[in-house]
C-alpha cells in the first residue's frame, strides 16, 4: 500500500502522534508542512484538535484579556489561535533583536514590548532567555546541544531584562489598583503577593500554577483522612472546619512547609512565593499564612489573612451565621493550630505589650493592601539582618531591596523610597519608560509623580547620551595600553578581572574638531573615590587611563593603569562560566572567547562593539602577537 492510498484516519491518528513539547517546535512545524502537501494531508493537518495539546504547552502564559479576545474571534480553532501567537512572538523577537544590536532605542521598544504584547510574548522571550550558549561559558548542569544563535549571551541577557520589565510593570499596575481599592475581591491577594516574585522574572501564573498542584495534593490529603472536601459538606460545622484547617496545617508540615528556626528567620528568600514555595520552605509566618489561605479558598474554604500584631494568622469562617469563626495559627501551629480568642489570642496581645481590649479587632480579616505592606517591609527588614554565611546574590539583593522600595512608595506615598529605587534603577536598564514612567508614576501623588518624571526624563537624557558615545583610542594623545575583553590578574592583589570599558573625557578644544584634536584621557569618578584612592598622587594624577572591570566574584571596580598590576592571563572554560554566574551584567558586554598563544580575550558584544569601535582589532593583536601597540 502506497503512502497516498492511506485512509484519512490514519493521517489524523500519526499527526496526532507528533510530539508534544514546551522546548520544541517539531510537532507544530510538521503539521505546518503538512499543510503544503497533498489535499489529504492538508485536510488532516487542518483539524483543529491536533493543534490544542501543542498550543498548550508553548503557551503557558498570556493576558487574559488578550486571550480572551482572541477566543471570541477565533473560537476553536487552536490552529488560528497558535499561529497568531507566533506572530505575535516573531515581533517581539524581532524587537529583542533590535536592542542587543543597537543601544539607541531601546527603552522605547521595551516600552512597545510591554505594552503592546505584555505577557503573551512571555513563552518566547523565555526561550530566548533559555538559548544554546558557546560551549566555553556553559555551566556543568547546563546542555550545549542545538545551534548558538548570533549573539547568543546577550541575547539571554536582554531577553531576560525584558521579561523582568514586563512583570514589573505588570506588578506594579496591580498594587496600584489594589491602592486604589478597584481590586480586592478573593483573587487579590494571591495576586499581589505573587507579584513581589515578578521582580525576579517570575510572574503570578507560575505561582498560581505551583499553588494548583499543591492544592490538588492537600484534597487527596484530606481524602484520605476522610475529611469532606466539598464546601457544602463541611461549612455548617464548627468541629469539621477546624479538623480541616488543622489537618492543612498538618499537609504543609508534612511537605515541608514549616516554621523558620530563628538562624534562617531573616533569610530574605522566605518572603518570595516562587523560593519558599520551592527552595526556601521553612519560612516566615506570613509566607505559611499565604499558602494556607490560598490552599483552603481552593478548597471552597472562606479563609483570610489576619494582620495580627505578634505574627500573621489566619481566619477561617462559613457562610453560616451560626458557625464561629476560627483563628488559626500556621507558623505555630506544631504546638496549636487553632486559637482561642479568649485565652490564646489575649495571651499573644499581652506577650507583645498590646492591651488585649477590645480583642476582636484585631482578629478581623486584613485587607489585601495591608499584607503586601507587611510582607514588603519584612523584605526591607530582612537587610539589617542578613546571615553572614548566607550566599546570596548581588543581583537578588538589589532586586529585592528594589521591590521592597516599590511597594512601599505605591502604599505609603513616601519620596524617600523614591529616592532610593532612583538610586539602584541602572541596575534594571529597561524599566525607566516601562516601569517608571508608564506604570509607576501615574499612581503617585503629584508631587512625587513629578519628581520621578523629571528623574525619568533626566536617565532617558543620559541613556541617549551613552548609546551615541562613541570612544576612539586613535584620538588620544596618551596611549591606552589594555583594551575591551582583556582578561587579566591583578599582581598585587591577585583577583582576576576582565575589562569592560575605560574612561575618557576630552577636553573642549577636542570637542571642536574631533578629526584632528587629541583628547587628554582623564578620570571621570567621584571626588571621594578619587581621593581615597590617592589618584592626585600618581606621575599623570587624574590624565590617564580608568579602566571599568568585573571581578571573577562579580563585583564592579575601576582600575588605574599601571603596568606592573595588571597582568594578562589565561584561565579554565569553567572560570568565564563562573563570571557569568557572579555577575549577570558581563553578559551585556561580552559574547565569546578566544585564547590561542597562551592568551585570552572576550568577545565584545555589538554595544560594545559600538561604544570601542578600535578595541576589537587591538584584541586581535594583542591574541595573534602579543602586542597592543
Not at 590578574?489 to 583577583?495: G, R
Request: charged content about 20%; some cysteine.
Amino acid at each position: 500500500m502506497t503512502l497516498k492510498a492511506l485512509p484519512f484516519d490514519v493521517y489524523v491518528q500519526i499527526l496526532g502522534k507528533l510530539p508534544i513539547s514546551a522546548h520544541s517546535d517539531d510537532g507544530p512545524r510538521t503539521l505546518g508542512a503538512c499543510l503544503h502537501a497533498s489535499s489529504i494531508l492538508r485536510s488532516a493537518a487542518s483539524i483543529a484538535t491536533l493543534w490544542e495539546p501543542h498550543y498548550h504547552a508553548r503557551y503557558t502564559v498570556c493576558l487574559p484579556a488578550s486571550e480572551l479576545s482572541r477566543k471570541q474571534a477565533l473560537g476553536d480553532d487552536w490552529r488560528a489561535l497558535y499561529i497568531e501567537r507566533v506572530r505575535l512572538d516573531r515581533r517581539a523577537t524581532k524587537i529583542l533583536d533590535d536592542i542587543i544590536m543597537e543601544r539607541d532605542g531601546r527603552l522605547e521598544r521595551a516600552r512597545e514590548v510591554t505594552s503592546t504584547f505584555s505577557y503573551d510574548v512571555w513563552n518566547a522571550l523565555a526561550a530566548e532567555a533559555q538559548c544554546p550558549i558557546p560551549e566555553s561559558f556553559c555551566g556543568a548542569y547546563e546542555s550545549d546541544e542545538g545551534d548558538v544563535p548570533h549573539h547568543a549571551i546577550p541575547r539571554r541577557f536582554w531577553a531576560r531584562c525584558l521579561l523582568g520589565t514586563i512583570a514589573r510593570s505588570h506588578a506594579v499596575r496591580t498594587w496600584s489598583r489594589i491602592r486604589n481599592e478597584e481590586d480586592d475581591d478573593a483573587r487579590a491577594l494571591e495576586t499581589a503577593i505573587a507579584c513581589l516574585s515578578s521582580y525576579f522574572a517570575h510572574p503570578p501564573m507560575e505561582i498560581s500554577s505551583l499553588l494548583d498542584i499543591l492544592s490538588d495534593s492537600c484534597r487527596s490529603y484530606l481524602a484520605d483522612k476522610n475529611l469532606p472536601t466539598v464546601p457544602v459538606e463541611f461549612n455548617h460545622s464548627e468541629g469539621v472546619l477546624c479538623r480541616i484547617s488543622s489537618s492543612i496545617c498538618d499537609f504543609l508540615w508534612e511537605r515541608g512547609f514549616r516554621a523558620a528556626e530563628h538562624s534562617r528567620f531573616n533569610v530574605f528568600n522566605t518572603r518570595f512565593p516562587h523560593w519558599f514555595l520551592t527552595t526556601h520552605k521553612d519560612t516566615i509566618p506570613i509566607s505559611l499564612v499565604y499558602i494556607f489561605v490560598c490552599l483552603a479558598r481552593r478548597l471552597g474554604i472562606r479563609a483570610a489573612p489576619v494582620d495580627f500584631p505578634a505574627r500573621v494568622l489566619a481566619i477561617v469562617s462559613s457562610p453560616e451565621p451560626t458557625v464561629s469563626d476560627i483563628i488559626v495559627d500556621v507558623f505555630g501551629s506544631r504546638n496549636k493550630a487553632i486559637l482561642s480568642i479568649e485565652e490564646d489570642i489575649s495571651r499573644l496581645l499581652t506577650d507583645a505589650g498590646i492591651a488585649p481590649l477590645p480583642v476582636m479587632r484585631y482578629v478581623q480579616p486584613a485587607s489585601t493592601a495591608s499584607m503586601v505592606v507587611r510582607a514588603s517591609r519584612n523584605i526591607l527588614a530582612s537587610f539589617s539582618f542578613l546571615p553572614p554565611m548566607e550566599s546570596v546574590s548581588e543581583g537578588d539583593l538589589h532586586t529585592a531591596f528594589y521591590v521592597g522600595l516599590t511597594v512601599n512608595l505605591i502604599f505609603m506615598d513616601d519620596r524617600r523610597y523614591l529616592l532610593n529605587i532612583l538610586k539602584h534603577i541602572s541596575r534594571f536598564p529597561l524599566d525607566i519608560l516601562s516601569v517608571l514612567t508608564d506604570a509607576l508614576a501615574p499612581g503617585l501623588s503629584p508631587h512625587i509623580q513629578e519628581q520621578l518624571m523629571a528623574s525619568c526624563k533626566a536617565a532617558h537624557e543620559d541613556e541617549d547620551e551613552a548609546a551615541a558615545s562613541v570612544t576612539l583610542r586613535s584620538k588620544l594623545s596618551i596611549p591606552i595600553k589594555h583594551f575591551v575583553g582583556m582578561v587579566f590578574k591583578h599582581a598585587k592583589y591577585e583577583y582576576v578581572g576582565y575589562i569592560y570599558g575605560w574612561e575618557v573625557s576630552f577636553s573642549l578644544s577636542a570637542l571642536v574638531d574631533v578629526g584632528s584634536m587629541f583628547g587628554q584621557p582623564s578620570c571621570m569618578a567621584s571626588e571621594g573615590w578619587i581621593t581615597s584612592m590617592n589618584v592626585d598622587s600618581l606621575p599623570r594624577g587624574r590624565h590617564q587611563p580608568f579602566y571599568h572591570i568585573f571581578t571573577q566574584s562579580g563585583s564592579v571596580r575601576s582600575q588605574m593603569w599601571q603596568k606592573r598590576n595588571i597582568k594578562p592571563t589565561i584561565l579554565k572554560p569553567y572560570a568565564y562560566h563562573q563570571l557569568f554566574e557572579n555577575a549577570p551584567d558581563a553578559s551585556r558586554y561580552f559574547e565569546g572567547l578566544v585564547q590561542a598563544n597562551e592568551r585570552a580575550r572576550l568577545l565584545l558584544s555589538p554595544e560594545l562593539l559600538s561604544a570601542y569601535p578600535e578595541d576589537n582589532a587591538v584584541g586581535e593583536r594583542w591574541i595573534n602577537e602579543g602586542t597592543t601597540s
